[in-house]
């Protein structure tokens, strides 16, 4: 599949953001003339904005949304993450069809709050909306999606995370790996990710890189995998608290019953995520 430019994904993001408010308002599945009408578009060139961006029809997409899909896909698709290990699947595998490496910053150098890093930010488009992008020389270490959330909310947020850390915008450092990390470079080497986090926080964070796209896993499946099965409350901080959206796949943790829960950049944008990548797997 040829990728889709990065203001386009971010054009379509949007429209489909809108089209995901309309499913959520309305009593019944929506048709596609009564979701393009509402859009203000003809029912041929939202099915084409629409399937550009996720691969398949409205309709399908719709049935994705549903909020029974979630349970859908605990019962068929949970990955067992100790077969995932098994098999290789954790942070040197493959990612949301997209190569990714990734390291962890020691906890020494976690302890001293981010002091001595340099760590440079810019503003990106992803196919979620706009993205704030945060690197130091050796990999991304934070991404905010702001579709729901604000520049400076999200800017502060990811900031208070490593507070002695002096930050530069550099937008044109960074646009090489975001671009590897949003598949609009195809063959390009592994986009790298830089973990920065607590010693418990990085177990987590290496399971959710273990979950494949299409697929889903439950908060307290993640603490057997990391060795501990009664800390499933300190695991969904630590899912809430990881730095990069999408590429560390915390939307894909959902609660045992099949509740989605909750998601640090909008729970809309988790749906969207989930049956994103489900319609993809499809595809």
Request: glycine share 8%; hydrophobic share 45%; net charge positive.
């Given at each position: 599949?040829?990728?889709?430019?990065?203001?386009?994904?971010?054009?379509?993001?949007?429209?489909m953001r809108r089209a995901i408010d309309l499913i959520d308002r309305a009593d019944d599945p929506l048709?596609?003339?009564?979701?393009?009408?509402?859009?203000?578009?003809?029912?041929?060139?939202?099915?084409?904005?629409?399937?550009?961006?996720?691969?398949?029809?409205?309709?399908?997409?719709?049935?994705?949304?549903?909020?029974?899909?979630?349970?859908?896909?605990?019962?068929?698709?949970?990955?067992?993450?100790?077969?995932?290990?098994?098999?290789?699947?954790?942070?040197?595998?493959?990612?949301?069809?997209?190569?990714l490496r990734w390291e962890a910053m020691s906890p020494g150098d976690f302890a001293r709050r981010g002091?001595g890093l340099k760590i440079r930010w810019g503003r990106f488009e992803s196919p979620f909306g706009a993205?704030?992008?945060?690197?130091?020389?050796?990999?991304?270490?934070?991404?905010?999606?702001?579709?729901?959330?604000?520049?400076?909310?999200?800017?502060?947020?990811?900031?208070?995370?490593?507070?002695?850390?002096?930050?530069?915008?550099?937008?044109?450092?960074?646009?090489?790996?975001?671009?590897?990390?949003?598949?609009?470079?195809?063959?390009?080497?592994?986009?790298?990710?830089?973990?920065?986090?607590?010693?418990?926080?990085?177990?987590?964070?290496?399971?959710?890189?273990?979950?494949?796209?299409?697929?889903?896993?439950?908060?307290?499946?993640?603490?057997?995998?990391?060795?501990?099965?009664?800390?499933?409350?300190?695991?969904?901080?630590?899912?809430?608290?990881?730095?990069?959206?999408?590429?560390?796949?915390?939307?894909?943790?959902?609660?045992?019953?099949?509740?989605?829960?909750?998601?640090?950049?909008?729970?809309?944008?988790?749906?969207?995520?989930?049956?994103?990548?489900?319609?993809?797997?499809?595809?």
């Amino acid at each position: 599949m040829t990728p889709i430019p990065r203001q386009d994904q971010a054009y379509h993001y949007g429209v489909m953001r809108r089209a995901i408010d309309l499913i959520d308002r309305a009593d019944d599945p929506l048709t596609l003339d009564q979701i393009a009408a509402q859009m203000d578009m003809s029912p041929a060139h939202f099915q084409r904005l629409f399937s550009r961006w996720v691969g398949v029809s409205p309709k399908r997409y719709q049935q994705y949304l549903m909020l029974g899909h979630a349970k859908d896909m605990l019962r068929n698709n949970t990955t067992t993450l100790q077969a995932a290990h098994s098999l290789g699947l954790s942070g040197t595998g493959r990612l949301h069809d997209l190569f990714l490496r990734w390291e962890a910053m020691s906890p020494g150098d976690f302890a001293r709050r981010g002091a001595g890093l340099k760590i440079r930010w810019g503003r990106f488009e992803s196919p979620f909306g706009a993205a704030l992008v945060m690197g130091t020389e050796r990999g991304i270490c934070g991404l905010a999606l702001l579709s729901e959330m604000d520049h400076d909310t999200a800017m502060a947020d990811l900031v208070k995370r490593w507070p002695d850390a002096d930050y530069i915008e550099d937008a044109a450092l960074l646009r090489p790996w975001v671009d590897q990390a949003f598949g609009a470079q195809e063959g390009a080497d592994k986009a790298p990710l830089y973990l920065i986090g607590a010693p418990f926080q990085l177990k987590v964070w290496e399971a959710l890189l273990a979950v494949p796209s299409g697929q889903v896993t439950t908060y307290s499946d993640i603490a057997t995998a990391i060795g501990h099965p009664k800390a499933v409350r300190a695991v969904g901080t630590a899912v809430g608290r990881n730095p990069i959206s999408w590429l560390i796949p915390c939307h894909r943790a959902l609660r045992k019953s099949g509740a989605l829960g909750g998601y640090h950049w909008g729970l809309p944008v988790k749906r969207a995520m989930l049956a994103f990548e489900a319609a993809r797997a499809e595809a």
